[in-house]
């Protein structure tokens, strides 16, 4: 079955890069996203990369994809405390004409001053 | 260009009730899927609705129900309420024809006492 993993906690520098890492399992995955979560707030699509691509860059956010070892990560270059949220890791999985998503558990990133 | 609408925003209900949650799609989309977001985890699919019928499920009870109207907007129902369906409620909508960009609403927030 399909399965996403993340590291739950991150803490960077205001300034600084964050790396937000995640696997999945579903080699099947058409699309990949990154989705962020503020307190008490909906999800808000950040990016997403298509399976045959290895990179996307997206002003201060850069997703690379390995797919051979099924791992995605997502780069925020110079990071801000308004970017303090919990992100989620997410695979999508197409059956039978219709596409769900399979989400992780969320990394919550801090953004101290 | 309106985006996703979820109402409640809160709602308490007692074990054994039922609830009705409502969600308004963003325009130009005819596609609405509903997750299931416990506390510390990401969300998991319910239901998917296209065309006012149900065209995906996971692995949720029968007693999670819903509908889709002409218009998009769509219903999840929950009979006999159970204190685990305490959870944020999210609906998320996309096109047919793009199901991989799926756009969430901001959730409503369901407590079960």
């Known amino acids: 079955g399909e399965d996403v993993e993340q590291s739950l906690f991150l803490s960077v520098r205001e300034g600084d890069s964050s790396v937000i890492n995640c696997t999945y399992t579903d080699s099947s995955s058409t699309y990949l996203y990154w989705y962020k979560q503020e307190p008490g707030a909906g999800l808000q699509l950040l990016t997403y990369i298509f399976s045959n691509m290895d990179m996307k860059q997206d002003q201060r956010l850069t997703v690379l994809l390995n797919k051979k070892d099924k791992h995605l990560s997502l780069r925020i270059a110079d990071t801000q405390t308004g970017d303090s949220a919990i992100y989620f890791c997410a695979e999508s999985t197409t059956n039978s004409g219709y596409s769900t998503l399979t989400f992780g558990k969320g990394t919550m990133l801090l953004v101290s001053p | 260009e309106t985006g996703v609408t979820q109402s409640p925003t809160h709602l308490i209900k007692t074990r054994g009730q039922q609830v009705t949650l409502r969600c308004s799609s963003q325009?130009?989309?005819?596609?609405v899927s509903w997750y299931q977001q416990a506390l510390g985890q990401g969300p998991q699919f319910i239901f998917q609705?296209?065309?006012?019928?149900?065209?995906g499920r996971g692995n949720f009870p029968p007693r999670f129900s819903g509908l889709q109207f002409p218009n998009y907007s769509s219903e999840l129902n929950v009979n006999a309420l159970e204190l685990d369906d305490s959870a944020l409620y999210l609906c998320?909508?996309?096109?047919?024809?793009?199901?991989?960009?799926?756009?969430f609403g901001p959730g409503t927030r369901l407590t079960v006492t």
């Open positions: 325009s130009g989309h005819n596609t």
């Open positions: 998320a909508s996309s096109f047919i024809g793009t199901l991989y960009e799926q756009y």
């Open positions: 609705y296209y065309r006012e019928e149900e065209n």
